[in-house]
């Protein structure tokens, strides 16, 4: 198997989840570390004080990236080491450590792919509304702005937001996420003010540099539903699916949310949507990214599982879940490769309109540690890989406008709500010492890199 000349082929990681310094040269907290120190929030009560040490270590870090083969790296910028008040009084260390590591990743050879937003929201900007509030809109294109000021003459490929949905419905409305809010009207102004903010950021930017590229990221899935399930199970499909894969694609290409949704939250979103806003969410962004882990599958669900008819802590009044086929992964997750040759066919049938599609997450969590020999034998994960990657060049082979694929995560790291029990990357992180170990799979990712593909069928087998 043999990708594009062009393809190309990364790691990615996140600012929260592996930068630690966390009250370093002026940083503001942001609304993952309140949330992180709020107690039963985050497994064992972790938090990302410390996490991969990277803030210190990104040297070590960028020469094991450069080591592997690794051709990019999509990384964070963590709004509050900018601005840690969320206002338009910027901390220029934070600054400066970013444009650090942009260097040491050119000098390396690295291309360098920044993330404006991965869900580490100043927490003064929070107490003043969030992302509940319209104002944010104006906040994060001037965020934008400056970023692209600073970085974007280094730095040609941004992401705008990484996963609106989820701090949109984990974090404001089931709760299990930052800033752990369980209110209907707040995720739909959420949901909304994000769609805006992509688009202005992204103009705000061109502004600075009209060759910037931008894009968003979004965590997508196949909704799979059981033969034999009732027609409620596949209108819960269809509203699913529109709720997480349809909403910020749709609204940015067409200036339109999917009617499904307009007529199913009614009033709570007609209220937030001004004059003109749907104009100004239509943006011609050059490419797409896609953050893919596994298919979500639905079926009638038992009379036990049946949440109160206003649906408890979701948007939808019934919600069905269906058998998770076996194996899966640390996570509970199923393994469903094929569900991305899949995802990546159905972008390029539903929305041929993207110039360029980038899996900008794939990855597993599984335990397995160092052995007595100083290794770390991860066959699944490296099992896991190979599949995926094999579905990604069907994908191009049929048409798909694919063109980069980074992994996730380069390291170990802190996983969010569960703090540091999962462990998803391809460099082991013994979190008390800080040694970073490359796994099986990073050698056979490394192996995949150098060859562009060419060695797939044989890793892992």
Known sequence: MNFPDDFTWGVATSSYQIEGAAHTDGRGPSIWDTFSYTPGKVVGGEHGDVACDHYNRYPQDVALMKDLGVQAYRFSIAWPRLYPQGDAQREQRGFDFYSRLIDELLNAGITPVPTLYHWDLP????????????????????????????????????????????????????????????????????????????????????????????????????????????????????????????????????????????????????????????????????????????????????????????????????????????????????????????????????????????????????????????????ERRVEYIRDHIAAVIRAAEDGSKIRSYFGWSFMDNFEWAEGYAKRFGLVHVDFETQVRTPKDSAKAYAAIIASNGAVLASVGR
């Open 123 to 378: 927490q003064a900007n929070h107490d003043r509304g969030g992302w509940a509030n319209r104002d944010i809109v104006g906040q994060f294109a001037d965020y934008a702005a400056a970023s692209a000021t600073e970085f974007g003459d280094r730095a040609k490929k941004i992401i705008t937001l990484n996963e609106p949905w989820c701090y949109t419905w984990l974090g404001h409305m089931s709760g299990v996420h930052a800033p752990g809010m369980e209110d209907l009207d707040f995720s739909i102004a959420t949901a909304h003010h994000s769609v805006l903010a992509h688009a202005e950021a992204t103009r705000a930017m061109r502004a600075v540099h009209s060759d910037i590229e931008s894009g968003i990221t979004l965590n997508m899935t196949n909704f799979r539903v059981a033969e034999g399930s009732n027609p409620e199970v596949y209108d819960l499909a269809a509203l699913q699916d529109a709720h997480i894969n349809r909403w910020w694609i749709e609204s940015q290409l067409h200036g339109v949310y999917p009617q499904i949704l307009v007529d199913h939250y009614g009033d709570k979103l007609a209220r937030v949507i001004k004059d003109g806003d749907m104009d100004i969410a239509k943006i011609d962004s050059e490419f797409l990214g896609i953050n893919y882990y596994s298919d979500s599958f639905l079926s009638n669900p038992a009379e036990s599982d049946k949440p109160a008819e206003d649906g408890g802590p979701f948007p939808f009044p019934q919600r069905a879940s269906g058998q998770v086929p076996e194996p899966t992964t640390d996570m509970g997750w199923p393994i469903t490769p094929d569900g991305l040759y899949d995802l990546l066919m159905r972008i390029e049938r539903d929305w041929p309109e993207f110039k360029e599609v980038s899996i900008t997450e794939n990855g597993a969590a599984y335990p397995e540690g160092i052995d007595a020999d100083g290794e770390v034998h991860d």
